[in-house]
């Protein structure tokens, strides 16, 4: 890969917005921004089994500026699946103009902050914002698709 990224980052935005309105990634957070960038890169990212176990290896931090395009976004969420109640975390892929696409209900475009107010799945917490991790540490653990 080279060091600019900026292909891989539009590639992976654009195959995200086409997926505006789309229930295929219902409560699939992380398996959804994972895609944006494999599917559109023709790449294999290394991930993590929940969104809080991969903003936890990525290190993310609080910043008040806003995440830079491609960026991934994580936030703290509570829930149960196959009867294992814990923080699963939530995850959406940066804009750059302050808002986040992510899969919720469906696929949507909201603010960074705005994912805050979504009505949370019954037996789920609302998201709470953690920080975000750069596009560089998402490429670490790459690999071409063979």
């Known amino acids: 890969m080279s060091d600019d990224i900026t292909e891989y ?3 992976a935005v654009n195959w995200a917005l086409d997926k505006v309105g789309s229930t295929e990634y ?3 957070c992380l398996a959804f921004v994972e895609d944006a960038y494999e599917e559109s890169n023709g790449i294999w990212l290394d991930g993590y089994p929940s969104a809080k176990e991969e903003s936890t ?3 993310v931090s609080y ?5 830079p395009r491609g960026a ?3 936030y703290d969420c509570f829930g149960t699946i196959k009867d294992e109640y814990r923080n699963w975390g939530h995850v959406g892929l940066s ?3 302050g808002r986040v696409i992510h899969a919720w ?3 949507r475009v909201d603010t960074v902050r705005g994912v805050e107010e979504l009505e949370a799945a019954e037996g789920w917490t609302k998201p709470s914002y953690l920080g975000w ?3 560089s540490k998402v490429f670490e653990g790459f690999k071409q698709k063979e």
């Open 95 to 97: 804009l750059g103009d």
């Open 133 to 135: 991790a750069p596009v």
């Open 72 to 74: 991934f976004v994580f």
């Open 9 to 11: 980052v539009e590639n």
């Open 105 to 107: 209900d469906k696929v």
């Open 63 to 67: 910043s008040d500026e806003g995440p």
């Open 57 to 59: 290896a990525f290190e």
């Open 26 to 28: 219902r409560t699939l």
